[in-house]
């Protein structure tokens, strides 16, 4: 079967930098996709990556190992307005997304 | 681009009455999705359709639910009879044809649903 497992909930501190773990097992890869979504909104996009290594992108950066079937979303300079839930999925061999069940972030100040 | 449009984004009704969520997708898009969130469920897959056809609709929960998109810019979602179970925020969301980037998932606002 397909599985993505994220952490449910994680705090942190305004200011600080945290690190959102993914791991997936899925039917081929064609990517992967960090979303973040604020209570009561719709998920947005976040990041893409399909090769191995870091990709950053301003306070945050996402990294991916095929090989290990790992991903992180890392956030630096924590601001409140982070506080969200931050959902990966990963595009398997058919390019259908799967979806992990999500990590709920609460940032304190 | 407006974006994804959804309506209503709210929706009040009672057990057994029929449900219908609408959808208006990014123009240009080929790709539609209908999405349930529930916090025990997280985000589910009920269906998707490409160039205005249903290709997967296994995430549908019963016979009950029925979708259909009779043109490239315009979708609904059907429930009938409801229940309150049903209750849920329901996502549309549509992306271009492609591989890898192209696969980004453009989310509407959602219909929250509460059924009494």
């Known amino acids: 079967g397909q599985n993505i497992d994220q952490p449910t909930e994680m705090t942190a501190t305004e200011g600080a930098i945290v690190q959102i773990n993914c791991t997936y097992q899925?039917?081929?890869?064609?990517?992967l996709f960090w979303y973040q979504q604020h209570a009561g909104e719709a998920p947005t996009f976040l990041s893409y990556n399909v090769l191995d290594g870091l990709e950053e992108k301003g306070r945050f950066s996402s990294f991916l190992s095929r090989s290990k079937g790992y991903s992180y979303l890392l956030l630096k300079e924590l601001q409140m307005k982070d506080s969200a839930s931050y959902l990966c999925a990963v595009l398997d061999s058919n390019y259908q997304l799967i979806w992990g069940a999500g990590t709920k972030l609460i940032i304190k100040p | 681009d407006a974006g994804v449009i959804q309506s209503p984004r709210h929706e009040v009704t009672e057990m057994g009455q029929e449900v219908t969520l609408r959808c208006k997708p990014i123009?240009?898009?080929?790709?539609l999705f209908w999405y349930r969130q529930t916090m025990m469920r997280g985000l589910e897959l009920l269906i998707y359709?490409?160039?205005?056809?249903?290709?997967?609709d296994s995430g549908m929960p019963e016979d009950r639910f029925s979708a259909k998109m009779p043109n490239a810019s315009f979708s609904t979602l059907k429930i009938q009879p409801s229940e309150p179970r049903d209750s849920a925020v329901y996502f549309c969301?549509?992306?271009?044809?492609?591989?890898?980037?192209?696969?980004?998932?453009?989310f509407g606002p959602g219909t929250r649903l509460t059924v009494l």
């Open positions: 969301a549509s992306s271009l044809k492609g591989q890898g980037m192209f696969n980004e998932q453009f």
């Open positions: 359709f490409n160039n205005n056809v249903p290709i997967d």
């Open positions: 123009s240009g898009h080929d790709y």
């Open positions: 899925t039917s081929g890869f064609n990517g």
